[in-house]
C-alpha cells in the first residue's frame, strides 16, 4: 500500500500556496488603515502627517459618541498607489503623539484573485429553481388535513 501513497504536495491538482496578499483600490482611491491613533488626536494631527506623502484626497476619522474622544484608528484615502504606499512604509511604527501608529492598507485580495475581487459570493444560479429561491414548506397536516 506504501507503493500507492501519493505526496500531496506534488500532486497536479493540488491547491497551491498563496502569496501575501495585494492591495486592493476602493471605487474611490487607495485607502491606509491607521490604527493605535492616540485618543486626543485630531484631523489635523493626521494630515499633517500623511501630506508629506502625497495629497491626501480624504481623511476619515472616527469619534466615539460618548466621550468625544478617536476610536483608534483612522482611515486616509489617496489617489494614486505609490502615495499610499510611500505613507504605509514610512509612517508604519512610527510616533503620533507619543505613540506608536501602524499603517497598512485598508483593502487586500489574496495574489492571483481575479481583477474584479476575487471569487465566492452568490450567485444567481445556485440554489434557485426557476429564477426563485427554494423554499421551505409548512407541514402538511396529518389527518384529514387538506393540501
Known amino acids: 500500500m506504501a507503493d500507492n501513497d501519493v505526496e500531496m504536495s506534488s500532486a497536479p491538482d493540488a491547491p497551491k500556496p498563496q502569496g501575501a496578499p495585494v492591495p486592493s483600490r476602493s471605487i474611490e482611491g487607495w485607502i491606509v488603515l491607521v490604527t493605535n491613533v492616540h ?55 512610527s510616533k503620533l503623539l507619543d505613540q506608536t501608529v501602524s499603517a497598512d492598507w485598508a483593502f487586500v485580495r489574496p495574489q492571483g484573485a481575479n481583477a474584479n475581487g476575487g471569487g465566492g459570493g452568490r450567485g444567481r444560479g445556485r440554489g434557485t429553481q426557476g429564477g426563485r429561491r427554494q423554499r421551505s414548506t409548512s407541514p402538511v397536516k396529518a389527518e384529514g388535513g387538506e393540501e
Not at 64 to 86: C, H, I, M, P
Open 39 to 93: 485618543e486626543e488626536a485630531g484631523e489635523e494631527d493626521l494630515n499633517d502627517l500623511f501630506a508629506e506623502h502625497g495629497e491626501v484626497q480624504n481623511l476619515h476619522l472616527n469619534l466615539d459618541r460618548r466621550t468625544g474622544y478617536v476610536k483608534g484608528y483612522a482611515l486616509v484615502e489617496y489617489s494614486t498607489k505609490e502615495e499610499a504606499q510611500s505613507a504605509i512604509d514610512s509612517i508604519d511604527g
